[in-house]
Structures are given as structure tokens and as C-alpha cells.
């Protein structure tokens, strides 16, 4: 029994590089055949479907927003609020827009950072569902608009809660019971407004109506309030005049859809390494068959 035993031989069994090379060159053919039927497949596979997307309709467009000191707060709200009214459908119903993003083209890459800020441009890439008439587009110039005049209240009646910061003027006096009063004043103001906010107009002219008449209807006594009044009604007029005059630029984009692009070839390159490991691996598998099949079989 002991005798009929195989014992590998070990000498045998070691490969040397030149081993390898010899069993490669042996199969070079089956090597380059299947590295070009595989590369071959890919790149019609890659056209084909640059040429189906290339004849999609783009529906797209940039809406560049330019103005001095667009701060890192700003950016945030307006990143945060587009992507959430995009997620809760509310773009899609009111603007057909299917996706949005926001940007700012001064800095080189994202996440920003807010030492990045101020800038002086802001870039909304946008996407419609099918094409769209001209008021589609001054509709969503005025909801933009709209967004960035409520957070502009909001924040000026935030600094005025704060007695040290009283946008540049000095409205609180010394008396405790006065600075507890305009406090509350404010937060009131601050509170009824998000209320109103919340309606989502999204037409800043529209905001800007409700937003006046509930100013003007207030009727504090004490001549304090009385200011405190004018100087919120004050900036408001001011934040709408500014918005008012601001145009947002928003185009078309036309950029030309290219099919042999540096990531086209970049994906043949990946496809021909890979089917060149591979087909490596499977003349090893071959030649190992070829040479043992029997004794397996065994």
C-alpha cells in the first residue's frame, strides 16, 4: 500500500518565471483574442449608450446669481432649502424641475468651508422635466428671491433682539423693563413671520405684502416699540427694493454632449486590463487541466 502511495515531486512542481512566460507565450493568441473581443465589447457597449444619451433632450439650465458678500450662511440656507423643497416634490409640482444644485464657481473644489466665503457669485445648475416656457423661469427667479428676503428679515430681526447689535443704531435703553419688552417684541414679530413664511408664497412680492401689512397693522404704545416698529418696517422696504432690482441671470446650457471623452477611453483602458488578468488566470486554469486532467479524473 504504502508503495502505490503518490508523493508529489516537489522539484517538479516549482514554476519559475520562466515557466510562466513560456506558458503565456504559448498562449499569446488565445491572450490577444479574448483581450480584443472583450475591449471590443465594451466600446460598442460605452457608444451605444453615449449615442442614447446624447440623443436625450437636456433640458437644462444655470441660473447665476451675482452680488457682493454672499456669505457662507447664505449659501447654506439656500443649499439646504432647494434640496428640500427638490426632495419633497415642491419643485417638481410648481417648476418641473427634476434636480438642482448649487455652487459657488470661485471655489475650486466642494465641501466649502466658511472661510471660503465671502464670494461674489453663486451658480444654480437646474434641470426641468421637459422644456419649459419663459414665466416658468421669472416664477422661479421670484422664488428664489423670495427665499433669500426671508432670511434676510429673519437675521435682521435676530441682530435686533441682541442689544449690543442694533444695526447700527442705539434703540435700547438702559431700562431693564425696555430691553425685556423689545425682546419680546421681537421674538412676537419673529414668530408671526415664520408663520407667514411657512404659507410659501414663493413670490417675493406677494411676501412682501403680507409682510408690510402685518408690520404696519402692529400698534405698540411705548414710543420705543413704536421705533423698534419703523425699523423693521425700514428693512423690509430696503431688502425688497435691493431684491427687487437684483436679476438673476439664467440661461440655457449648451454645452456640446461629447462622446469620446477622456473617461470613454479611461473605461476601454480599465476593460483591457481587466480581460488581459483575466484571460492570464484562465490559460493557467487551462494548461493545468491539459497537464493533470487525467490524474483528477483518477
Known amino acids: 500500500m504504502d508503495k502505490d502511495k503518490f508523493v508529489p515531486n516537489n522539484s517538479n512542481d516549482e514554476i519559475s518565471l520562466l515557466d510562466i512566460l513560456k506558458i503565456i507565450w504559448k498562449y499569446r493568441w488565445f491572450i490577444i483574442t479574448f483581450c480584443i473581443i472583450i475591449t471590443l465589447v465594451t466600446a460598442i457597449i460605452l457608444y451605444t449608450s453615449a449615442i442614447k444619451q446624447s440623443n436625450i433632450p437636456q433640458y437644462t439650465y444655470i441660473a447665476y ?13 439656500l443649499d439646504i432649502q432647494l434640496k428640500y423643497d427638490l426632495n419633497q416634490g415642491y419643485l417638481a409640482d410648481n417648476f418641473f424641475i427634476k434636480d438642482i444644485s448649487i455652487e459657488a464657481p470661485e471655489i475650486k473644489a466642494k465641501p466649502y468651508k466658511m472661510a471660503d466665503f465671502p464670494v461674489v457669485q453663486l451658480k444654480v445648475n437646474i434641470t426641468f422635466n421637459n422644456d419649459i416656457p419663459a414665466d416658468i423661469l421669472t416664477e422661479f427667479e421670484k422664488y428664489v428671491k423670495d427665499l433669500i428676503f426671508k432670511k434676510s428679515i429673519l437675521d435682521s430681526i435676530t441682530i435686533l433682539k441682541d442689544p449690543v447689535q442694533s444695526s447700527g443704531k442705539i434703540i435700547f435703553s438702559g431700562n431693564n423693563i425696555q430691553n425685556a419688552e423689545l425682546v419680546l417684541f421681537f421674538t412676537e414679530v419673529n414668530e408671526n413671520l415664520t408663520s407667514i413664511f411657512n404659507l410659501k408664497n414663493n413670490d417675493i412680492d406677494k411676501t412682501y405684502k403680507l409682510v408690510s401689512t402685518y408690520i404696519n397693522n402692529l400698534n405698540p404704545q411705548a414710543n420705543y416699540l413704536k421705533y423698534a416698529k419703523e425699523v423693521i418696517l425700514k428693512i423690509c422696504d430696503n431688502d425688497y427694493l435691493e431684491l427687487s432690482n437684483w436679476n ?17 477611453f479611461m473605461k476601454i483602458i480599465i476593460a483591457f486590463i481587466c480581460a488581459l488578468l483575466i484571460s492570464i488566470f484562465l490559460i493557467f486554469i487551462i494548461d493545468f487541466f491539459k497537464k493533470h486532467g487525467k490524474e483528477i479524473v483518477r
Open 65 to 77: 446669481m451675482n452680488f457682493p458678500g454672499i456669505s457662507y450662511n447664505l449659501y447654506q440656507y
Open 248 to 264: 438673476i441671470d439664467i440661461k440655457q446650457d449648451i454645452t456640446e454632449n461629447k462622446i469620446f471623452t477622456s473617461s470613454f
